[in-house]
């Protein structure tokens, strides 16, 4: 549980600024998407190498 202390003299805004970044950084959103709909193993391979064949084609020959 994220816990936030709101300083004196402190406005609600910051600390839920506050409290927002520090949700953020526990990537905890991000790991309740990714486990909302199942994905084969072979499907996250198949994209892993897609995306690094793209990268490869972009950024790959740079040797100018």
């Excluded at 910051?14 to 309740?32: G, I, P, S, Y």
């Excluded at 897609?50 to 100018?64: E, F, N, P, V």
């Amino acid at each position: 549980m994220l816990h936030v202390q709101v300083k004196e003299n402190e406005s609600i805004d910051k600390a839920l600024k506050r409290f927002k970044k520090k949700f953020e950084k526990t990537k905890v959103l991000k790991e309740l998407r990714r486990r909302q709909a199942f994905e084969k193993g072979s499907v996250s391979r198949r994209f892993e190498i897609l995306r690094a064949s793209y990268k490869q084609k972009t950024y790959g020959h740079i040797d100018d």
